[in-house]
């Protein structure tokens, strides 16, 4: 089974300032799709970002963005210009692109912490 | 479209009941899964339907738990002769073929005394 590892149990950030994630995973497919989703406290989790493997572009949602290093397995999200909404659970998923890519493998999370 | 609704959001029951939950995914989704989320943890496949067919399930899933989903819509998830190491969050999630990114539910928090 693929796995998905984040390093970081907690970060924290100045408020307006840059923050970055790291999460790497281990898999022997070629063609997957990688997402960082957001939990905050007490709420439901939504999708921050996501990335096809195949494409080599970073992705970018505003103010959030990638850095996908496909050879290196690295999946890094980062946040500029923090804001005290971004407070939260972040973890980092994988899912195989194949025909039996049903399911996702989640990391353990990092807590961030903004600090105004 | 209200989003992926779960009942109910709390549950606490004594050691040895029988508890179900449920999961209204997104209309128009055909695909939906089950996770358990333990506190410091990420979300830990349970299983997946697509339609009514359960096409996979964790080998880490008891033979205590068994879900449904019949006519594709809504699916229950039910433990049975619960233990205290089933205290978690119950996620569902729902999504389209051909979408990548799958929708949650709020989860239903066990509490198993």
């Known amino acids: 089974a693929q796995t998905v590892t984040q390093s970081q149990p907690e970060m924290s950030v100045q408020e307006a300032e840059t923050v970055t994630l790291s999460c790497t995973y281990d898999t022997s497919e070629s063609d997957y799709y990688l997402f960082w989703y957001k939990q905050p406290p007490s709420r439901q989790m939504i999708l921050v970002i996501r990335q096809e493997a195949y494409k080599q572009q970073n992705a970018t949602e505003n103010r959030f963005s990638v850095n996908f290093q496909k050879a290196a397995k690295s999946f890094s999200l980062k946040i500029s210009d923090s804001q005290l909404g971004d407070a939260a659970m972040y973890f980092c998923a994988y899912r195989s692109a194949g025909s039996t890519g049903n399911q996702f493998y989640f990391g353990t999370g990092t807590s961030l912490t903004v600090i105004p | 479209d209200t989003g992926v609704s779960q009942n109910p959001r709390h549950k606490i029951t004594k050691r040895g009941q029988n508890v179900t939950f449920r999961c209204d995914p997104i209309s128009e989704h055909n695909r939906l899964y089950w996770y358990r989320q333990t506190l410091g943890q990420g979300p830990e496949f349970l299983t997946y339907?697509?339609?009514?067919?359960?096409?996979?399930k964790s080998r880490l899933l008891s033979d205590r738990f068994s879900a449904e989903r019949p006519k594709g819509s809504f699916s229950t998830l039910e433990i049975q002769r619960t233990e205290q190491g089933d205290s978690a969050m119950y996620l569902c999630a729902s999504r389209s073929t051909g979408y990548n990114e799958q929708f949650f539910g709020p989860g239903t928090r066990l509490t198993v005394l």
């Open positions: 339907f697509q339609n009514e067919a359960q096409l996979e």
